[in-house]
């Protein structure tokens, strides 16, 4: 395999509550991301990548941002047919893009 999943990690959380007009507000994690070992079989090889899943897609420079921010290999798989049944190689579930630290890496 690819990629073997050696842990989920917690999404960050930018503010986990805060009260306004006497009312708590709960905040959603800006996205989910998992830190993975790439191109290996075994866990705690390899080389460290991390996976975002995004339910939308988002500007190149808030991409970059996400991979200077993990200074590690980024992919981001953005969700593109939530109710296809028909998923095949023309019509994928997720698109897919890579992000080095400082550039987009195209495959």
């Not at 460290?48 to 921010?69: C, D, F, H, R, T």
């Not at 981001?76 to 630290?101: C, D, E, G, Y």
């Amino acid at each position: 395999p690819l990629f073997s999943v050696s842990s989920s990690v917690a999404c960050l959380l930018l503010v986990s509550g805060m009260k306004e007009a006497g009312q708590m507000h709960t905040f959603q994690p800006p996205f989910r991301y998992f830190v993975v070992d790439a191109f290996t079989s075994q866990a705690l090889k390899g080389n460290p990548a991390v996976v975002v899943m995004l339910e939308e897609e988002k500007e190149n420079e808030w991409l970059q941002g996400v991979a200077q921010e993990f200074n590690l290999l980024t992919c981001f798989l953005i969700m593109t047919n939530f109710n296809s049944l028909q998923v095949t190689s023309k019509n994928p579930r997720f698109h897919l893009r890579w992000f080095a630290p400082t550039l987009e890496v195209y495959t």
